[in-house]
């Protein structure tokens, strides 16, 4: 659902109208009234950005000094207005010198008239990139004293920024080396029963690039995804050697994929942005590979001991590692003492968070450590009650390790002038919502 914005206003915050702009006649004039009164006169202004009042909404943001306004009369995507808003200070700090305030806005109300009218037609926001609006709105806002002497220069080529689809990237690049750095980060959640039955799992994941690249190449992404792969097979109609394959679920991509060859090949093809960008996002909820497997035993002694032993195993190869493993498990708050032996790592009882906290600095794949502890209790007068103890909660990183198995099979990088690119890929799995009851 689009934002289909009826006035925008701009006020400071005495509640002075700066700049407005009405772009339906579905709201009055005295709309800003209402937002005064209502609104900036009462003590919820900075509790909720969404209010209504009459048969109106009202979205707003503080900017600096000044109130952004957007007045909807219908339903309208929140989210997408407040996104709408960021981006459209963006496009004026680019124009003002890096300044957005009430000053600026005085100094500059010609230019953004003229910018309000090209990035919001009858309230549907559209381009909002700096670099394409600066390239048939040339007009220089005034800069403050205060920001960047730096003056951006027109990006040469207007007809194919502007037509094309290209918005995120200029042309003219020039780089002594050509590389492309790709790094799929995934997060791996985890429910595990006491004794080792997994409640849920999923994990999510993205794929970050970072490009360095002249002129204006034509990338192309392979990965071991099901219907990427199948597709491929029809395609070369002979059946595709490709392992292990995964599905992908809840994928967006980078506005610079192209969706259409996409839907039709299954293949990741783009023409990047320039330095660092987030290409992909996705989720996988079967098949993961679990990077840890924890067997806990809590035994209680009486009314004030306890016995604790955590067995912890790495599942991921053995030429691998993890890094920074960190283990929490929970123990009552009345305890008064413990006593710890770890195979490996360091141990140690924290009171502020009633966790028994043990580190180890670097795990190797295909082993396992073991903690055994003795807790002490406080004795108490009351009857003792049945415990429900919190899950044992784990952080860790595990270099060039993949929970759902995601590969990159290939990344293929072509240019007019034909130079060499170096491709670096890289492998990274962490620890989302990790947990294990006990």
Not at 267 to 295: A, C, H, Q, W
Not at 316 to 331: C, E, R
């Amino acid at each position: 659902m689009p934002v289909s914005a009826s006035a925008i206003y701009f006020l400071n915050l005495r509640g002075d109208v700066l700049i407005n702009r009405l772009y339906r006649d579905d709201v009055g004039g005295n709309m800003v009234d209402a937002f005064r009164m209502h609104i900036m006169q009462s003590k919820e202004l900075g509790t909720c950005p969404v209010r209504q009042i009459g048969g109106c909404s009202f979205l707003y943001m503080r900017i600096s000094n000044v109130y952004i306004v957007i007045v909807v009369s219908s339903n309208a995507n929140v989210a997408c207005a407040f996104k709408f808003v960021v981006e459209a200070v963006t496009l004026f700090k680019s124009y003002f010198g890096g300044a957005f305030d009430e000053d600026a806005i005085r100094n500059n109300f010609v230019l953004i008239y003229e910018l309000l009218d090209e990035i919001m037609d009858f309230g549907y926001p559209q381009n909002l990139s700096p670099e394409i609006l600066k390239l048939y709105i040339t007009q220089e806002g005034v800069r403050s004293s205060f920001s960047s002497k730096h003056v951006d220069k027109p990006v040469p080529n207007a007809t194919l920024q502007v037509t094309g689809a290209v918005g995120w990237r200029r042309e003219g690049l020039v780089y002594k080396k050509n590389e492309v750095f790709l790094d799929i980060v995934e997060s791996v959640n985890l429910l595990m029963s006491s004794k080792g039955s997994v409640l849920r799992c999923d994990v999510t994941g993205k794929v970050l690039m970072k490009c360095f690249l002249t002129g204006m190449p034509d990338l192309k992404l392979g990965l071991n995804d099901k219907i990427g792969l199948e597709k491929e097979s029809q395609l070369k109609s002979r059946p595709t050697k490709s392992g292990k394959t995964i599905e992908l679920d809840d994928v967006t991509f980078h506005q610079c994929v192209n969706l259409t060859r996409f839907n039709s090949e299954k293949t990741v093809s783009f023409v990047p942005p320039d330095g660092e960008f987030e290409l992909m996002k996705y989720r996988i909820t079967e098949g993961v590979n679990l990077p840890f497997r924890v067997l806990p035993t809590i035994k209680e002694l009486g009314r004030t001991r306890m016995e604790v032993n955590v067995k912890v195993k790495s599942v991921f190869g053995a030429k691998m590692f993890a890094l920074g493993v960190v283990i929490k498990i929970p123990v009552p708050k009345q305890t008064a003492k413990t006593n710890f032996q770890v195979t490996s790592g360091r141990a140690k009882y924290n009171a502020a968070i009633d966790c028994l906290v043990w580190k180890i600095r670097k795990f190797p794949g295909q082993t396992e450590s073991t903690l055994s502890a003795e807790v002490e209790l406080i004795s108490t007068i009351t009857e003792k009650k049945s415990l429900t103890r919190p899950p044992i909660q784990m952080e860790f990183q595990v270099p060039m390790f993949t929970a759902s198995g995601l590969r990159v099979r290939f990344l293929k990088v072509w240019e007019k002038s034909g130079y060499n690119t170096v491709e670096w890929v890289r492998y990274i799995t962490k620890a989302g919502s990790y947990e294990i009851r006990c």
